[in-house]
């Protein structure tokens, strides 16, 4: 099984994971424990990153053919 990153968080009894994902019995965990300073710059970024794509995908940014793109 390839390693993957689950979103999850401890309601004060259990850790639970925050999407249902398919976990084989034994499977074998690492736990990372996140600030909750690290949300806000996480958010931070990820709108930060949202911005960017917005301008760089926007409804005016031209659709270009595979033909368009040259190899280097």
Same mark, same amino acid.
């Given at each position: 099984?390839?390693?993957?990153? /689950?979103?999850?968080?401890?309601?004060?009894?259990?850790?639970?994971?925050? *999407?249902?994902?398919?976990?084989? =019995?034994?499977?074998? #965990? /690492?736990?990372?424990?996140?600030?909750?300073?690290?949300?806000?710059?996480? *958010?931070?970024?990820?709108?930060? =990153?949202?911005?960017? #794509?917005?301008?760089?995908?926007?409804?005016?940014?031209?659709?270009?053919?595979?033909?368009?793109?040259?190899?280097?």
């Amino acid at each position: 099984m390839p390693s993957i990153t /689950l979103n999850a968080h401890f309601d004060g009894q259990s850790i639970i994971l925050d *999407e249902p994902f398919q976990l084989p =019995a034994n499977a074998r #965990l /690492l736990v990372t424990v996140v600030s909750p300073s690290m949300d806000a710059d996480r *958010e931070s970024w990820a709108d930060l =990153a949202g911005t960017g #794509l917005t301008h760089a995908y926007g409804d005016d940014e031209p659709e270009y053919a595979l033909t368009d793109v040259r190899r280097v």
